[in-house]
Nanobody, 123 residues
Framework: VQLQASGGGLVQAGGSLRLSCAAP????????MGWYRQAPGKQREWVAH???????MYADSVNDRFTISRDNAKNTVYLQMNSLKPEDTAVYYC??????????????????WGQGTLVTVSS
């Protein structure tokens, strides 16, 4: 099963978009859910994640501008993006994540990467 993100599009700098990603309940209910992005010519990078209990974490580059949330009734994770900048232009992906206590790392469940949704921010 590949998770499909939606809600991307073209927006002017300073604008907002909300991304959504639904997952099967067996995946959604048991895992941290995360958002990653990949800009043209760059490596994929972590943006934010949210635990099953609703605790969020953010990359410094998006803190105070982006908000991650999850609706457990709809098995959906959201990414509200405000004050968008041209450097936010990227394909955005959602993916389930597991915390590895032995290495103290957050590991993506790579079987679930989808095609992502393109966010383009014009200056």
């Amino acid at each position: 099963v590949q998770l499909q993100a939606s809600g991307g599009g073209l927006v002017q700098a300073g604008g907002s978009l909300r991304l959504s990603c639904a997952a099967p309940i067996i995946i959604f209910s048991k895992n941290i859910m995360g958002w990653y992005r990949q800009a043209p010519g760059k490596q994929r990078e972590w943006v934010a994640h949210i635990t099953t209990s609703g605790s969020p974490m953010y990359a410094d580059s998006v803190n105070d501008r982006f908000t991650i949330s999850r609706d457990n009734a709809k098995n959906t994770v959201y990414l509200q993006m405000n004050s968008l900048k041209p450097e936010d232009t990227a394909v955005y992906y959602c993916v389930p994540i597991k915390y590895n206590p032995y290495r103290s790392t957050y590991d993506t469940l790579d079987d679930y990467w989808g095609q992502g949704t393109l966010v383009t921010v014009s200056s």
